[in-house]
DNA sequence: CGGCAATATGCAACCGAATTGCATGAATGT
DNA sequence: ACATTCATGCAATTCGGTTGCATATTGCCG
């Protein structure tokens, strides 16, 4: 998906070595048209190499805290990790199948969201806005029309 | 909070038997400025009554799957439980504050959001949006400072 | 190059929130 | 009064994720 970002540069930019898991885990996700779970990368991770589901858990936790992703709250109890809004990768609204638990990327221009009220006004600190659409997903209507 | 709900009628008009666990968990999340957690509703029952967690998960689930109440995920893996949008209750954002997990309700106009053109061309059935923003609380932030 | 501190990784055990299976108890209709 | 249905309790389990601690790997300095 994303031909426009170097993992290494980005890490750098954030201050981080790159060492091949944490190049990997960027690539992964950075590729992904939809937010992943941990379990899904390290599964990515282990067809070609042989990784310890903590250490991903542990860069991914790397990862988000440095900005390079962001860790997505899906319908479930379980999150998703999906590329930082940045210069190529705009913030943008997800969905999530409360049928198969797949969540879909939607486009930043799907939903129009105003804050500025809100981010003037606010007494606290907010780091950061999460839009998501719960429902059944195209598939999952198809299969239960059946 | 809420002085017009009346909570037997509510469940009535939604085709289930009314008893006391249930009319208590309705007035808790009712009564209730924030949305509370499975724990908090469990906790407030037990300072009069006695009640089991299982039964008020249960009770949780029966009133979200009857859309008296809905299920508000929270930034970290564990729900929060507030009124379903009706004549009282308008659907609104949440905060969250990643310090304490406390949640707080944001006014309806808070924030706008636009999901007209989606709702129009999602290929998917969207049943609910939920906004929510993380941050740190105004008390975290004071706290931090000093 | 050797040695040492700092990081990164693996493994096993653990955690909290929620869910399941199954037995018991209450309520409802006939 | 009895059967059927629904609600509750208790124990055990699940699922994602996290922690503690031991071992490897890396970077850095002399």
């Known amino acids: 998906m994303c031909r426009h970002c170097d993992y290494k540069e980005l890490l750098k930019a954030s201050g981080l070595e790159s060492n091949s898991n ?70 943008h609204p997800h969905f999530y199948c409360r049928q198969c638990s797949a969540m879909e990327c939607l486009s930043p221009e799907s939903v129009h969201l105003d804050t500025a009220f809100l981010e003037r006004t606010f007494p606290g600190a907010i780091e950061k806005v999460e839009v998501r659409l719960d429902g059944i997903c195209k598939n999952c209507l198809q299969k239960l029309l059946k």
Do not use: C, W
């Open 22 to 91: 944490r190049i990997r885990v960027m690539e992964i996700v950075g590729n992904s048209s939809y937010p992943l779970s941990a379990q899904e990368i390290s599964d990515t991770i282990d067809r070609t190499a042989s990784i310890n589901r903590v250490t991903v858990y542990r860069i991914l936790d790397l990862l988000v805290e440095k900005g390079l992703l962001d860790r997505i709250s899906a319908g479930d109890r379980s999150f998703r990790y999906g590329m930082a809004p940045n210069a190529h990768h705009r913030h």
